[in-house]
């Protein structure tokens, strides 16, 4: 892992003089019509300024800790940390990583549910204090490689399930008070309560989740420990407006201002889904009878359908089909006149095995080989490592970084400067007269 000092600066294009996202995008897939026509995504660090701004309005109680596994690209890291956001890090790598960026370790929670010891140790030697927890055998794993830790109990809210599957982390509440009991005697400390609840928009789910740990603070306070952390997990930008009515009356109700309670939260894809737009290219095609494509949707093209292979698969920047995450159907950069015939289609993955299917179906134009396709909202579980390197060359795609001046002005007027924060970024006017400069904003993921 490189220090600080080691690190490549991050290029990132300021956009001005009306120069738009879809003028960047335009710019790079003639640059890579012309090349080798890999996949590439752009970004728009402005996202997470308006999405951090938007934050400060709804949530001021709340601090945001970003799960980093959402979107492990240092300058994701770079820009949220400069904005005052925490981390959350399953694993040494996303540690090291997030270290490796200057946060300090107070800013860290180490949220990894099995914990390796070889990684306890190296949280212990760090500094990285605050962990997850849910289960004796994590305990006892943490009582003897992290006696120092503050931990926060991760209890599932039995309402928010409604399968068995879904039980798999988290403890109930009915078992809190004998790992509490169990730490005491370890002598390990317990500093809060993580609502482990499922993305759900049901008030119930909220409700419950928030009661629930506040019967988890009792049983923790009557033990004798510091109770002062609740966290009440992943949020999207869908849930904002319900967090900030029923969940904040909730936790308003349960823990007051007075309480001294500090609230904290999880927003991954929240800050970085639509930051990120990837655009791939087809590299192949096949037609196929209408009957092969399983579905019901109608087209005007009845006994025709295409699947199209992509240059970006499941094994790369779409792991996130993996754990279920949406992809929505992704536009075609070319031009199309209105009338246009669609077809059924199918979008795969360039390795041809059965788990590389990204979209089982859609309505597209004809395309051809060369073609390219744009997927909006692709910031979210696509970027760091890849998924694996079989059965085909799965290296992560380049970023270029843009931004426009009014909101790097504005990120500079929360008190973020170059001179305190981001200097591993250096920012080049954006000039659309010249297709070669695109090359310059390019950076690993």
């Not at 107070?106 to 010891?117: A, F, L, N, R, T």
């Not at 969940?247 to 001294?260: D, K, T, W």
Request: aromatic share 8%.
């Amino acid at each position: 892992m490189k220090g600080i000092a080691d690190e490549p600066q991050y290029s990132i294009g300021l956009l001005e003089g009306g120069t738009a996202l879809c003028d960047v995008i335009d710019n790079h897939i003639y640059e890579q019509s012309l090349s080798k026509k890999n996949a590439f995504f752009v970004a728009d660090l402005g996202v997470l300024v308006r999405q951090h701004v938007l934050w400060r309005t709804h949530m001021t109680q709340i601090r945001p800790f970003y799960p980093v596994r959402c979107n492990s690209s240092p300058a994701i890291i770079e820009v949220l940390a400069a904005l005052g956001t925490g981390f959350l890090c399953a694993n040494k790598s996303e540690l090291e990583l997030v270290q490796s960026r200057g946060i300090p370790p107070e800013d860290i929670i180490y949220s990894g549910v099995c914990k390796q010891v070889s990684q306890l140790k190296y949280a212990a030697k760090n500094g990285i204090d605050l962990l997850m927890c849910d289960s004796e055998v994590e305990l006892r794993k943490i009582a003897r490689s992290h006696p120092n830790a503050k931990l926060l109990l991760q209890v599932s809210s039995e309402t928010s399930y409604p399968d068995e599957m879904s039980m798999a982390f988290g403890c109930s509440l009915k078992d809190c008070r004998h790992l509490l009991e169990s730490a005491k005697e370890l002598g390990v400390q317990v500093v809060g309560v993580r609502c482990h609840i499922s993305s759900s928009l049901d008030d119930d789910v909220y409700i419950h989740a928030i009661s629930d740990a506040r019967c988890v603070f009792d049983m923790g306070e009557d033990i004798g420990f510091n109770m002062k952390i609740l966290d009440i997990g992943g949020v999207c930008s869908v849930q904002l407006n319900k967090i900030k009515s029923t969940v904040m009356a909730m936790v308003e109700l349960y823990f007051p201002p007075s309480s001294g309670v500090s609230l904290i939260a999880e927003p991954g894809s929240y800050f970085v889904s639509s930051a990120f737009t990837l655009a791939v290219n087809i590299i192949s095609r096949e037609m196929v009878a209408r009957d092969q494509q399983d579905h019901d949707d109608p087209s005007p093209n009845d006994e025709q359908a295409f699947k199209y292979y992509m240059n970006d698969g499941v094994y790369g920047s779409f792991a996130g089909k993996l754990t279920e995450t949406l992809i929505t159907t992704p536009s075609v950069h070319k031009s199309t006149s209105v009338d246009a015939p669609v077809f059924c289609s199918s979008l795969w993955g360039p390795s041809g095995d059965d788990m590389d299917q990204i979209v089982e179906h859609c309505l597209l134009p004809e395309l051809n080989v060369g073609d390219w396709l744009l997927f909006n909202n692709a910031g979210a579980y696509g970027l760091g490592q890849p998924v694996c390197t079989e059965p085909h060359d799965s290296s992560t795609p380049p970023v270029f970084y843009v931004i426009c001046s009014r909101e790097w002005f504005e990120m500079q007027d929360t008190g973020v400067t170059q001179e305190t924060s981001l200097k591993n970024f250096s920012l080049i006017p954006y000039f659309l007269n010249s297709c070669q400069t695109a090359a310059a904003f390019s950076v690993p993921a």
